[in-house]
Every structure is written in structure tokens, then in C-alpha cells.
């Protein structure tokens, strides 16, 4: 099966395969996720677009966020 259908499927699968677990998903998806073994990140989101994902570096560090609106209300 190439469709994750929970967030802890896919962490499973991403400790398995690193990032490559990007390419099994299916659907509407924004994320980004933070590997604290190496200290790095990955940030991904659906090839139409549909979710959108912010990114931003702030004073505490990376910012993401599906909406903008986000980041005005943190400052």
C-alpha cells in the first residue's frame, strides 16, 4: 500500500526510508517535519498545491504555518 493514511504511519515510515516517504503520499498534505537525530528538517506539500505551506525564520527559529494569518498573530 503507497497511501499513508496516519501521521504515525508516517513517521514509521520515514525513520524506515528517510525522505523518500514524500514520494508514497497521496492527497492534500503540507508539513514539515523536524529530525532531531541529525538536526534537519523537511518541508513538503501536495505537487497541486492545495494545502499551502508557509515557511519563515523567526527570532526562536523556522516558522511554518497553512496559513499566513499565523505568522502576523506570532509577531
Known sequence: MSILMWDVD???????I???VVN???GMFSFVLYDT??????A????IGITPLY????LDGLLSSPSL???F???
Open 37 to 42: 537525530r541529525d538536526q534537519s528538517f523537511i
Open 24 to 26: 508514497k503520499l497521496d
Open 55 to 58: 515557511l519563515g525564520w523567526g
Open 18 to 20: 528517510g525522505e523518500a
Open 73 to 75: 498573530v506570532s509577531l
Open 10 to 16: 508516517c513517521m514509521v515510515q520515514y525513520e524506515e
Open 44 to 47: 513538503a506539500r501536495d505537487p
Open 69 to 71: 494569518w499565523t505568522f
